[in-house]
C-alpha cells in the first residue's frame, strides 16, 4: 500500500482506534490465544476493555502458526478496518534451534555464521508467525556482575558495530517487503542499558554524553545503519532522565541527527515506569513524556490508552504527533505486506519441515564450536578415546544450556554434554556423577564423585551458572562459582588426576577456587541446542578451539568494571617495577584482568612475524596498509584471529590504550604461512572531541598486532592532514 492510501487509511480511524494502535499486549489478552506467550515483564492489571483489546496494534510473545493464524483471525473479525496485529516476540538467538548466546557469538569473531545463526532464526520464527524480533540487542558491557552481558556481544562498540550489523541481514535480508522467511529486527535497549551502576539491573546510567556517543551508540547507529526497521528504549536513565521519556535522546538524536523513521517501542512497562523513575506523578504525565519523545508502542502498560485522548482534548499533546506514531506502525506493517496478507509467512506444514531441521542444528552446531574459549590447557587437552574419563558436575546431563533467553528452545532437545561423550566413548570408559547441584551439595553426592573419579584417569568437570543466574534480573554481586561446585572441585583436586573443567555461564566469572585446580578450562558460555556435541568435539580434537573472548574475565569481582580499551591515566602501574607505590593499582591484585579481550588458545600455536606498514603516514585520501606475517607453527589446523589495535598517544581528550580497528579469522594448516594485511584509514582514527565534534587529529599512533589485545607486536605512523 503506498503512503497515501496508508494516510487515507489513517484518515478513517477513530482517535480510540488510533491510540489502541500505540499498544502492545502480551499474547494472554487475545482471543485465540492457546499459550500463555511469553512473559517476560510484571503482568500488571491494566483495567482494559474489550473495545481497547480488539483494537490493540500488536501482540508480544506469540508463537506457532495454528496460534497466530487463530488470534490474526479473531482480531481481524472484531477490527473494524481490518487492521492487522503486529507479532512481534524475543528470538534473540535462535527461535527453537537454539545458538550460543550473543556473548558466545560475539567470540567466534565469525560474521557469516552470527547472520547466518539469524537467518535460521528469523526462518522458524516466521513460519511460526512471528514479524518482528526484539534483537539484536547490542549494548556495551563492561560489567559481569550485570545478568544480561551474555546478550551481548562484549565490550568493544567496534566489533559489536560489526555483529549488529550481521544480525540485522540475518533477520531482516535484504528487503522485507520482497523476501519471505525473515522478520523485522528490533535493537535494543536504547540507550547504555549495558552501563548500570553496581552492575545491578534497572539501575542509574551515569556517563557523559561524550562517552556515550564514543562508546555506547556506535552499536545502535550500526544496526539503524544496516535498515533495523524497529528501536526499543531501555529501562534506565541517561544522564538523569528515563530514556523511554528522554526527548533529547529519542527526539533530538535518535530522530533529527540519526534520521530515524522507524517504530520505537517502549520495553516492557517502562512508560509506566517513569513514575516510579520520579520524572512522572501519574500516569497521564508519563503518557506525555513517552509521547513526546517519540516513543510509538507502549508495551505491556496502558497509560498511553488510557491518558492521551484526556492529553489531546486539554492541549497537552498535539494529534499530529499521535498520527506520526500511527502512521510509522502502520508502514512497517504495510512493508511486511500484513494489509494484503495478515499471516505473512505463518504456515504449520512449513513450521513442522523447518523447525529443529537437521540443517538447522547443524548450523547451531558449528557456531556452538567457534563460540567455545579454551582459557587453559597444560598439555591434558585435546582428550584421547583410550582415556577412561569421569564426566562429573551439575551439567553433565543437565539440558539447561539454552541461556535465559532461549524461550521456546527445549531442554529436552539440547544435546547435553554427556550426550557428546557418549558418541566419542564406549560405556566401559564413561562414568558419570553430579556430584553436586548448581547451589547445594551432598556427603553423598560427593562421595559418588570420588568413587566414580578414582575410576578414571581424567576427570572433566561440567560446571556453571543456572540459566537464571545470568539474563534479565539476573544481577550477582559475587561472580564465582556457587560456592557448592567450589566444595566438588576441592574434593577431587586431592585425587592428583588431570582436570579439565567445563563452564557453562552467562558472564565472565571469577575463577577462583576453578583456575588453580584445572589442568586445562573451556568456556562453553550457554552453547545452544548442539552444545553437548560441539564440546566433546573440541575436547577430543576433532576441532580445534579458535573461539577469543570478546569480555574480559577478571581476578576478581573487586576489578570490575575491567575492560582493554581503558585510559591509562596519570599515573600508569609500571609491570616491570611493582615497588613504585603511587601508581594506579591494587595493592593486592593485578590491574590487568585474568585472561583479556581477544584471549583464547588453540591446540596449536601461531608465530607472527614481519610486521609492517605500506607507510608510516596517513593521510585523509592516503590509507596505510599494516602486515604481519602469520604462521601455524604447531602439529595441527586451526583458525587464528589476526587482531589489529591503535593508539592515539596525544589527542584532545584522554583515549584508550588499544583500541580494536580491524581483524582477519584465517585458517593456517601445520606449517603454513599468510600474510594478513589490515587497512588503516584517517575515517577509522576519529573520535568525539570535547565539544563532541567527531573528526580526527593529526599526530602520532600505535598500532598494535597481535593473537589478543595484551600479546601484541607494536609499530607506530602518524597522521598528516
Ligand atoms: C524485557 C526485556 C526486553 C524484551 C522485552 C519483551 O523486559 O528487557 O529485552 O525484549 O521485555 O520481552
Redesign the pocket.
Known amino acids: 500500500m503506498n503512503e497515501t492510501k496508508l494516510k487515507d487509511l489513517l484518515e478513517q480511524m477513530t482517535f480510540d482506534e488510533k491510540i489502541a494502535q500505540l499498544m502492545q499486549l502480551a499474547t494472554p489478552f487475545f482471543e485465540g490465544a492457546e499459550s500463555e506467550g511469553?512473559i517476560?515483564?510484571p503482568l500488571a492489571g491494566l483495567g482494559l476493555n474489550e473495545e481497547e483489546i480488539s483494537n490493540s496494534g500488536s501482540v508480544?510473545?506469540a508463537s506457532g502458526a495454528k496460534e497466530v493464524i487463530n488470534i490474526q483471525k479473531a482480531y481481524l473479525k472484531k477490527n473494524r478496518l481490518g487492521i492487522p496485529l503486529l507479532f512481534m516476540a524475543?528470538v534473540v538467538h535462535g527461535y527453537k534451534t537454539i545458538f550460543p548466546v550473543p556473548l558466545a557469538i560475539g567470540c567466534s569473531w565469525d560474521l557469516e555464521l552470527a547472520e547466518k545463526s539469524a537467518e535460521i532464526a528469523a526462518k522458524e520464527a516466521s513460519v511460526s508467525g512471528v514479524h518482528v524480533t526484539?534483537a539484536p540487542?547490542v549494548d556495551l558491557v563492561r560489567d559481569p556482575r550485570w545478568g544480561r552481558v551474555m546478550e551481548s556481544t562484549g565490550e568493544d562498540s567496534y566489533l559489536n558495530s560489526l555483529f549488529a550489523k550481521a544480525f540485522v541481514r540475518g533477520f531482516q535480508g535484504s528487503s522485507l517487503e520482497n523476501e519471505a522467511y525473515r522478520v523485522a529486527a528490533c535493537v535494543?535497549?536504547f540507550a547504555a542499558y549495558g552501563a548500570p551502576e553496581g552492575g545491578r539491573d534497572y539501575n542509574t546510567v551515569n556517563m557523559s554524553e561524550r562517552e556515550l556517543r564514543q562508546s555506547h551508540l556506535p552499536a545502535y547507529k550500526a544496526a539503524l545503519d544496516e535498515g533495523c526497521e524497529m528501536v526499543?528504549t531501555a529501562?534506565n536513565t541517561v544522564d538523569g532522565i528515563p530514556a523511554t521519556g528522554n526527548k533529547q535522546l529519542m527526539r533530538d538524536l535518535l530522530r533529527d541527527e540519526w534520521k530515524f523513521d522507524g517504530v520505537l517501542i517502549s520495553?516492557?512497562g517502562a512508560v509506566k515506569e517513569m513514575i516510579p523513575h520520579g520524572v512522572a506523578a501519574d500516569e497521564s504525565e508519563a503518557a506525555l513524556k513517552a509521547i513526546e519523545a517519540g516513543v510509538d508502542i507502549e508495551?505491556s502498560t496502558s497509560c498511553y490508552v488510557k491518558n492521551l485522548k484526556m492529553l489531546v482534548d486539554n492541549g497537552s499533546v498535539s494529534e499530529e504527533i499521535i498520527n506520526e506514531s500511527v502512521l510509522r506502525i502502520l508502514k512497517l506493517k504495510d512493508k511486511l505486506g500484513l494489509f494484503e496478507n495478515p499471516y505473512r509467512d505463518a504456515n504449520e506444514e512449513l513450521e513442522q519441515k523447518l523447525v529443529m531441521s537437521e540443517e538447522h542444528r547443524q548450523s547451531a552446531y558449528e557456531l556452538a564450536t567457534k563460540s567455545c574459549v579454551l582459557l587453559k590447557n597444560e598439555q591434558v587437552l585435546p582428550l584421547n578415546t583410550e582415556q577412561k574419563i569421569a564426566l562429573i558436575g551439575p551439567f553433565a546431563v543437565n539440558g539447561d544450556i539454552l541461556g535465559p533467553w532461549s524461550w521456546l528452545g527445549s531442554k529436552e532437545d539440547a544435546v547435553t554434554l554427556v550426550d557428546g561423550f557418549k558418541t566419542k566413548l564406549d560405556q566401559a570408559n564413561l562414568f558419570t556423577a553430579k556430584g553436586a547441584d548448581i547451589d547445594t551439595i551432598t556427603e553423598e553426592q560427593w562421595q559418588e564423585a570420588i568413587q566414580v573419579a578414582e575410576q578414571a584417569d581424567i576427570i572433566v568437570l561440567a560446571l556453571g551458572e543456572h540459566s537464571d543466574m545470568s539474563g534479565?534480573a539476573g544481577s550477582r554481586a559475587d561472580i564465582r562459582l556457587p560456592e557448592a561446585q567450589l566444595t566438588l572441585i576441592s574434593k577431587l583436586k586431592d585425587l592428583r588426576k588431570p582436570i579439565v573443567t567445563v563452564l557453562f555461564n552467562g558472564r565472565p566469572l571469577d575463577l577462583h577456587g576453578v583456575i588453580e585446580h584445572s589442568n586445562a578450562i573451556l568456556e562453553a558460555w550457554f552453547p545452544g541446542t548442539e552444545g553437548g556435541a560441539a564440546i566433546a568435539d573440541l575436547l577430543y580434537g576433532d576441532v580445534n578451539p579458535s573461539g577469543k573472548l570478546t569480555m574480559s574475565f577478571p581476578h576478581s569481582v573487586g576489578q570490575v568494571p575491567v575492560y582493554y580499551n581503558h585510559f591509562n591515566t596519570g599515573r600508569p602501574k609500571d609491570a616491570s617495577d611493582a615497588q613504585v607505590r603511587y601508581v594506579s593499582q591494587y595493592l593486592d591484585i593485578p590491574n590487568e584482568p585474568l585472561f583479556p579481550f581477544g584471549f583464547g588458545l588453540s591446540y596449536t600455536s601461531f608465530s607472527y612475524r614481519e610486521l609492517s606498514l605500506s607507510s608510516e603516514v596517513v593521510t585523509p585520501t592516503e590509507p596505510i596498509t599494516v602486515s604481519v606475517q602469520v604462521e601455524n607453527t604447531g602439529n595441527v589446523a586451526g583458525e587464528e584471529v589476526v587482531q589489529l589495535y591503535v593508539r592515539d598517544v596525544a589527542a584532545e581528550v584522554v583515549r584508550p590504550l588499544k583500541e580494536l580497528k580491524g581483524y582477519e579469522k584465517i585458517w593456517l594448516e601445520p606449517g603454513e604461512a599468510k600474510t594478513v594485511s589490515i587497512t588503516i584509514t584517517e575515517e577509522s582514527l576519529r573520535y568525539h572531541h570535547a565539544n563532541l565534534e567527531y573528526k580526527s587529529d593529526r599526530g602520532e599512533f600505535f598500532v598494535y598486532v597481535g593473537s589478543n589485545s595484551q600479546q601484541v607486536q607494536a609499530a607506530s605512523f602518524v597522521l598528516e592532514k
Open positions: 511469553q517476560t515483564g508480544l510473545g524475543d526484539f540487542m535494543k535497549h526499543m529501562f520495553d516492557w508495551m534479565e
